[in-house]
Nanobody, 127 residues
Framework: QVQLVESGGGLVLPGGSLRLSCTIS??????????MGWFHQAPGKEREFVAA?????????YYSDSVKGRFTISKDNAKNTLYLQMNMLKPEDTAVYFCAATRRAVVGIIPEEYDYWGQGTQVTVSS
């Protein structure tokens, strides 16, 4: 059984920062062999791609245009943990953020390409 658990969400002022974490557990799970991604979903909207990182060594991370230059995805394989550093947050970043995992080497940008999901963590950017 693979479990993904997000944490680090909260309320932040516009221009502020948050770091989300996604801890992965499971007897056979290894972040060395899974590509990982972050998605977000605002009320009344579909789940949207934010960022992804392949398990292939040296492959560059991939970001949506809306977060490029502000967000950074990274992972610590030793800790089986995925991170999303979010800087210069905007009100339109407000959403539930989900981490996801896939065995695909090429990172996906649609939810259907991912096999495992966390339960999500709320991020609210508001003054």
């Amino acid at each position: 059984q693979v479990q993904l658990v997000e944490s680090g969400g909260g309320l932040v002022l516009p221009g502020g920062s948050l770091r989300l974490s996604c801890t992965i557990s499971g007897r056979t799970f290894d972040t060395d062999t899974y590509s990982m991604g972050w998605f977000h979903q605002a009320p009344g909207k579909e789940r949207e791609f934010v960022a992804a990182i392949s398990f292939v060594r040296g492959a560059p991370p991939y970001y949506s245009d809306s977060v490029k230059g502000r967000f950074t995805i990274s992972k610590d394989n030793a800790k089986n943990t995925l991170y999303l550093q979010m800087n210069m947050l905007k009100p339109e970043d407000t959403a539930v953020y989900f981490c996801a995992a896939t065995r695909r080497a090429v990172v996906g940008i649609i939810p259907e390409e991912y096999d495992y999901w966390g339960q999500g963590t709320q991020v609210t950017v508001s003054s």
